[in-house]
DNA sequence: CAGGATCCGGGCCGATACTG
DNA sequence: CAGTATCGGCCCGGATCCTG
């Protein structure tokens, strides 16, 4: 949202509040390529609650970042999926999967290194 | 931080945890190649407050993602740079930047469009 | 200059119960 | 199945004042 004058904050904070939320980026990532239901992600997400995953799923909505489809069935049905828009995101995730994976090699270095002086 | 049965998480989870702080990929931004004081940084960030500041900028310091040099001159003198381990966030950072400049040129066309129906 | 100490308010997140 | 409604805790972030 821009400023009165017109202008736009720094791209870098713009992307921050997109992304900011416990549950967003593990959320975009589960939906890379494939359509997921409801009860799909809140199974693929151990520890979130149903609000919660409501709440995340409803911001990302909002930003255009996944799209929303329900299907009036018996039970109903809700399919979500990444709107054009939120596929910009796919690069920011894999940096983040590489940062990850950086930072997990490293500990196991640190704890085997313990393991050896004990 | 592994688990009991020392397996680790999700690697986007990971990252998650550690660039999370609402001014921490800014920082981490200001920091590219460059050391930088912190006054002078809490000159770029308008809006945070010096304790604030201090905060996100130890919890960086104790993710090994930026290092703190304090040089005791008077009035003290405190540097910060990016560690080698930090600049993995660099193409994080990259990607952030190109996403947020895509959804502020969207914002602006939505602009443009509700200037020229009004 | 670069913080530490203290207090505080909000919203982020979670648990539980209920529903079309 | 896919939510809503309600409640509550807790921590993040901010304001203010003080210091080596």
């Known amino acids: 949202m821009p400023y009165q004058d017109g202008t736009y904050g720094c791209p870098v904070d713009v992307a921050v509040q997109m992304i900011s939320g416990k549950w967003k980026p593990r959320l975009i990532f589960e939906l890379q390529g494939q359509t997921r239901r409801f009860g799909e992600l809140h199974r693929l997400l151990p520890g979130v609650s149903k609000h919660v995953l409501t709440v995340q799923l409803r911001e990302l909505e909002k930003d255009g970042i996944i799209s929303r489809t329900v299907i009036p069935t018996i039970p109903p049905q809700v399919n979500y999926n990444l709107t054009e828009f939120g ?28 393991r050896g002086e004990n």
């Not at 690069?91 to 270095?109: F, H």
Request: proline share 4%; aromatic share 0%; glycine share 4%.
């Open 87 to 114: 596929s910009n995101l796919t690069p920011i995730l894999e940096q983040m999967i590489k940062l990850g994976e950086v930072r997990i090699s490293k500990e196991k270095e640190i704890k085997d290194k313990d």
